[in-house]
């Protein structure tokens, strides 16, 4: 029973546009939500985190969204350069854990020139 | 070193042997965990290593799954009796803190069981 849900395993984005991931989660606990990103042959890189308390936070080119009733958050690229190019996974806390990270499956994110 | 880093890179190994991975995590920070990803999967928490404290070994999936870390650094995840469906890229990392804000991963081992 997946707690982090990525639905789409794979996005193509022209380079220049917006790139949007969505993550859902199902655990009302979790009160503290990352972005990773890997790519091939490498080890997973933080990208932006969020708290609960928080509904966007914002680092450059990149901006998370959370909605906590609809127990979703987004992350958006703008603008999308061809090295995003990677698998973004998300990842989220329970609030009064040992601070485990809960993965989704990722996106394979593809930025076309 | 500067990163977390593990050893070996690649593993292949046949069935029902036993198999030590290795991680050297970033000098100084007090936690350390261990994920495997399998083929088309997620990052699956295996366990969580935070100073002196007893390990959260809550993610491995059996009793041939264990992890120990020496002197509050280098830790070693060794399975027993390797099976196919162990078949996966083991990765490691480290933080200062309990909660993986700034976490650092090392490139994983990829562990083949024929």
């Known amino acids: 029973d997946q707690q982090v849900k990525q639905n789409s395993p794979s996005l193509s984005v022209q380079e220049g546009r917006i790139s949007i991931l969505n993550c859902d989660y199902t655990?009302?606990?979790?009160?503290?939500f990352l972005w990773y990103k890997k790519y091939p042959a490498e080890g997973p890189t933080f990208l932006i985190s969020?708290?609960?308390?928080?509904d966007k936070n914002e680092d450059g080119r990149f901006t998370v969204f959370l909605n906590k009733s609809a127990k979703h958050l987004s992350l958006h690229i703008v603008p999308s350069q061809p090295g995003d190019s990677a698998v973004y996974f998300c990842?989220?806390?329970?609030?009064?854990?040992?601070?485990?990270?809960?993965f989704g499956k990722g996106t394979k994110l593809s930025v076309k020139p | 070193g500067a990163g977390v880093s593990q050893s070996p890179s690649n593993k292949v190994t046949e069935k029902g042997k036993d198999v030590e991975l290795r991680c050297d995590p970033i000098s100084g920070h007090t936690a350390l965990y261990w994920y495997r990803q399998s083929l088309g999967q997620g990052l699956e928490f295996l366990i969580y290593?935070?100073?002196?404290?007893?390990?959260?070994k809550s993610g491995l999936p059996s009793d041939r799954f264990s992890a120990e870390r020496t002197g509050g650094s280098v830790s070693t995840l060794t399975i027993q009796r390797t099976q196919q469906e162990d078949s996966a890229v083991y990765l490691c990392a480290s933080s200062l803190v309990r909660v993986l804000t700034e976490a650092f991963f090392g490139q994983g081992t990829r562990l083949t069981v024929v």
């Open positions: 990842a989220a806390v329970e609030r009064g854990s040992q601070g485990n990270l809960i």
């Open positions: 969020i708290s609960s308390i928080k």
């Open positions: 655990n009302s606990m979790f009160d503290y």
């Open positions: 290593f935070q100073g002196n404290s007893a390990p959260d």
